[in-house]
């Protein structure tokens, strides 16, 4: 039987700025244009991070009982390493998504848009499907292309929306930033993967494009956000504060740079995803600011 701490590991916490960073930034967009809300925005960041940690226990199970995770270099399993049934994993997977379902629904009481159930119920499908399923999109290459729309627009834009009832250019390119950090999270996970993938037959952008032009493709993907943060300077002065986390992403930078692999790349994944997180913070106190 997992302990508590195994089961805390499982939740991938290294994992959490990608639901929280979207959160703030659409709270910070909403400020800029006086529509910031405080209940919607601790609901929207609990129906994030709920999303967050569903997905994350659903990729553990679905992983797990496929195999894939047999020979994972990466943070610790649940299922693939034999300390949790799969049934328990899969039902903590169910109830979290269930917790963020039901935070989603107080949410879309609050705003009146009840067309948000809708896009609620994709999110929930998004999380189960890509590795869980038949044929997971996952397994597919999709996987990025679908944490850039869900950390990305769908985070930040709803958060905007659910409180504001538009959407900012202000609010699209701090969704693009977001979509591109999150993203180069999962390519640096992918990175770090890609051996023990093609070993399982699990097809990633990483695989297909291989090792060199993976590498290429995270420095993009980390660049992304401070053009955005150089544009957004011209508008407003002080969001140039996002330029507070160039360090950090140059941390993982210069390991993908230098051509780390295996347990060398893991963190990356920490660099990237609190470069990300120091990026929203500044990035949203500077639009509560101006």
Same mark, same amino acid.
């Given at each position: 039987?997992?302990?508590?701490?195994?089961?805390?590991? #499982?939740? /991938?916490?290294?994992?959490?700025?990608?639901?929280?960073?979207?959160? $703030? +930034? @659409?709270? !910070? =967009? *909403?400020?800029?244009?006086?529509?910031?809300?405080?209940?919607?925005?601790?609901?929207?960041?609990?129906?994030?991070?709920?999303?967050?940690?569903?997905?994350?226990?659903?990729?553990?199970?679905?992983? #797990?009982? /496929?195999?894939?995770?047999?020979?994972?270099?990466?943070?610790?399993? $649940? +299922? @693939?390493? !034999? =300390? *949790?049934?799969?049934?328990?994993?899969?039902?903590?997977?169910?109830?979290?998504?269930?917790?963020?379902?039901?935070?989603?629904?107080?949410?879309?009481?609050?705003?009146?848009?009840?067309?948000?159930? #809708?896009?609620?119920?994709?999110?929930?499908?998004?999380?189960?499907?890509?590795?869980?399923?038949?044929?997971?999109?996952?397994?597919?290459?999709?996987?990025?292309?679908?944490?850039?729309?869900?950390?990305?627009?769908?985070?930040?834009?709803?958060?905007?929306?659910?409180?504001?009832?538009?959407?900012?250019?202000?609010?699209?390119?701090?969704?693009?930033?977001?979509?591109?950090?999150?993203?180069?999270?999962?390519?640096?996970?992918?990175?770090?993967?890609?051996?023990?993938?093609?070993?399982?037959?699990?097809?990633?952008?990483?695989?297909?494009?291989?090792?060199?032009?993976?590498?290429?493709?995270?420095?993009?993907?980390?660049?992304?956000?401070?053009?955005?943060?150089?544009?957004?300077?011209?508008?407003?002065?002080?969001?140039?504060?996002?330029?507070?986390?160039?360090?950090?992403?140059?941390?993982?930078?210069?390991?993908?740079?230098?051509?780390?692999?295996?347990?060398?790349?893991?963190?990356?994944?920490?660099?990237?995803?609190?470069?990300?997180?120091?990026?929203?913070?500044?990035?949203?106190?500077?639009?509560?600011?101006?």
């Amino acid at each position: 039987m997992a302990t508590l701490a195994q089961w805390i590991s #499982g939740t /991938r916490p290294r994992t959490l700025p990608n639901s929280i960073a979207p959160v $703030l +930034v @659409g709270a !910070g =967009a *909403a400020f800029h244009i006086d529509a910031f809300d405080a209940v919607r925005t601790l609901l929207a960041l609990l129906v994030s991070m709920a999303f967050q940690v569903g997905v994350n226990f659903a990729n553990d199970y679905s992983d #797990g009982i /496929r195999g894939t995770d047999a020979n994972r270099v990466g943070p610790f399993r $649940l +299922v @693939g390493s !034999g =300390a *949790a049934q799969p049934k328990a994993v899969r039902n903590a997977a169910f109830a979290a998504l269930g917790v963020g379902a039901l935070a989603g629904l107080a949410l879309v009481a609050l705003s009146g848009y009840w067309w948000l159930i #809708g896009f609620g119920a994709v999110c929930i499908a998004g999380a189960w499907f890509y590795t869980g399923g038949k044929k997971p999109y996952g397994y597919a290459g999709l996987g990025e292309l679908a944490v850039f729309l869900f950390f990305g627009p769908a985070a930040v834009l709803g958060t905007l929306y659910v409180q504001a009832g538009e959407v900012t250019g202000i609010g699209i390119g701090g969704s693009v930033a977001m979509g591109a950090f999150s993203t180069a999270v999962m390519v640096a996970n992918t990175l770090r993967d890609i051996p023990t993938d093609l070993q399982a037959g699990k097809r990633t952008m990483a695989t297909t494009l291989g090792d060199r032009d993976t590498r290429y493709l995270y420095l993009a993907l980390v660049a992304v956000p401070f053009v955005i943060t150089a544009a957004n300077g011209v508008r407003e002065p002080l969001a140039l504060l996002g330029f507070l986390s160039l360090p950090l992403a140059a941390l993982g930078a210069r390991r993908v740079l230098k051509g780390d692999k295996g347990k060398a790349l893991i963190p990356v994944l920490r660099d990237t995803g609190l470069a990300m997180l120091l990026w929203a913070v500044a990035t949203a106190g500077a639009l509560v600011l101006g």
